[in-house]
């Protein structure tokens, strides 16, 4: 079953490499062999780009990770001092 989730990163992902995917393409067309190193910068952007998302993405999940470690611990903690009241 497909999930619908959107997500947003790898839309971001996915469209900047079609983007780079056109413009190495377009690139070639217009300049013929003297597009080769505009073509591997681009490609040298596009690893860049998606090796950022994929960091971003990462930070993103090790962040919620610990924010709901932390919550757990909060309510362990909450619920400890609320059975010692009693």
């Known amino acids: ?11 971001i992902a996915v469209a900047s490499q079609a983007s780079g995917l056109i413009a190495i393409v377009a690139l070639e067309t217009w300049l013929g062999d003297a597009a080769r190193p505009w073509q591997g910068l681009v490609f040298a952007l596009m690893l860049a780009f998606g090796l950022g998302l994929a960091l971003r993405s990462y930070y993103l999940k090790q962040k919620a990770r610990r924010d709901r470690e932390r919550a757990g611990r909060e309510r362990a903690r909450k619920a400890s001092d609320s059975w010692m009241s009693d």
């Open 1 to 11: 079953m497909l999930s619908h989730h959107y997500d947003r990163s790898r839309a």
